[in-house]
């Protein structure tokens, strides 16, 4: 029993280490130097942990298993994490042949930008918005229920300067 929770140790270590390691990654990504440095520390001293455990023992088939399953598994949660932290920005462009979805994102309290283009049949309104990340499939469930034919991209804003924002949906 032992051995087996042994292993359970070690696929725990590493699933917390892992996402936080991803979660280090992606704060430094989006220049959270502080939360950057503490998650990479983090990281190490539970792989330190982790790995010291395995070594010490390789012939034992479970913690070998347990920790390379931690790998995979704390990847897939600290991919997880990170949809639900959604830290920064994104730029929501938005194609239509109506001119209601401009109208319909200001009105949810979001900044919109118009323009206008020549598709292959006739001309259309093209939409950027500029939206927190975690307002992103708010974004795209209204253009939705504006215009269920809409080309929707999404593409990641790496730096944003200025825009316009209602305060409870800058961050």
Do not use: C
């Not at 996402?19 to 990654?25: D, Q, V």
Request: aromatic share 8%; proline share 2%.
């Amino acid at each position: 029993m032992a051995i087996f929770l042994e292993a359970l140790f070690i696929l725990v270590l590493r699933v917390v280490g892992i996402s936080t390691s991803t979660l280090g990654t992606i704060l430094t990504v989006h220049g959270r130097k502080l939360p950057a440095i503490l998650a990479g520390s983090l990281s190490t001293l539970i792989y330190i942990v982790a790995i010291a455990r395995v070594v010490n023992n390789l012939s034992n088939v479970w913690n070998v298993s347990a920790y390379v399953i931690g790998f995979g598994l704390g990847t897939w949660v600290g991919m997880i994490l990170e949809e639900r932290i959604a830290l920064g920005f994104a730029e929501v462009r938005i194609i239509s042949t109506g001119n209601k979805v401009a109208a319909a994102l200001r009105q949810a309290g979001f900044g919109a930008t118009e323009m206008y283009g020549r598709g292959q049949e006739n001309l259309v309104g093209i939409v950027d918005a500029i939206v927190p990340r975690k307002n992103v499939q708010h974004v795209i469930e209204l253009v939705e229920s504006v215009d269920s034919k809409a080309i929707v991209t999404v593409s990641e804003a790496r730096t944003v300067q200025r825009g316009y924002w209602k305060p409870d949906r800058r961050r």
